[in-house]
């Protein structure tokens, strides 16, 4: 597609239960990433990917936090017994990775709100 | 870790004045980004600034990426009510790590 797209746009849940959250990155683009923002506040990296591999996870808060890549294309973002601190704005990103962190630019999809009851 | 503070953490303007928002850290970063992001949506980004004491500009924006590496400020001037909205910097820090560090943003307000 033309840009980031992620899935579903809004979310509700009861705390406990599991979620999965999907990004679908432009077409061709190397490396994908996950970040949280909560109410009010800027953006908290979570991880990134590299194709189909993650070679920084540093900013999941728990191991009830995973994410996959696969095809080195669509990334699912999963939380398990969700809490109500996990609610917030789950953004995914996409970048080229060309020959150097000065083309890296960062294209966001317009996240999926989630919102633990 | 590495942390970004943005300031003023609101601006309430008239429509045709100027607006200036920096960002400090307390680490050096090599990419200095500013995003603009609108309700419901995710982060636009307006201006990236690659090198120390690179100003660059984009329309009514100009930013700056300071001299130390440590700091970076977004003008804009004449402003117009589609300029509400809510303003970060974000920094990407040593060579090999991709993630990016935001600051806690700006949101401004114009008033017609």
């Known amino acids: 597609g033309a840009g980031v797209s992620q899935s579903p746009s809004n979310k509700v849940t009861e705390k406990g239960k599991d979620v999965e959250l999907r990004c679908d990155p432009i077409?061709?683009?190397?490396?994908l990433y996950w970040y949280r923002q909560s109410l009010g506040q800027g953006l908290e990296f979570l991880i990134y990917f590299q194709g189909n591999s993650a070679p920084d996870k540093s900013g999941l808060p728990s191991d009830r936090f995973s994410a996959e890549r696969t095809g080195g294309s669509v990334s699912t973002l999963t939380i398990q017994r969700t809490q109500q601190e996990d609610s917030a704005v789950y953004l995914c990103a996409s970048s080229w990775l060309a020959g150097g962190l000065a083309k890296n630019i960062q294209y966001f999809g317009a996240g999926t709100r989630l919102s633990v009851l | 870790g590495q942390q970004l503070n943005q300031s003023p953490q609101s601006m309430f303007i008239q429509e045709g004045e100027d607006v200036s928002m920096n960002c400090t850290s307390s680490s050096i970063f090599n990419t200095w980004l500013w995003y603009k992001q609108d309700p419901g949506e995710g982060p636009v980004l307006l201006i990236a600034l690659y090198k120390a004491g690179e100003l660059t500009s984009n329309g009514r924006l100009t930013a700056q990426f300071g001299i130390t590496r440590k700091d970076s400020f977004l003008n804009i001037s004449a402003s117009i009510p589609s300029d509400v909205g809510i303003y970060f910097c974000a920094g990407q820090g040593a060579r090999g790590s991709y993630k990016l560090i935001f600051g806690s943003g700006t949101r401004l307000l114009v008033r017609p």
């Open positions: 077409s061709g683009h190397t490396a």
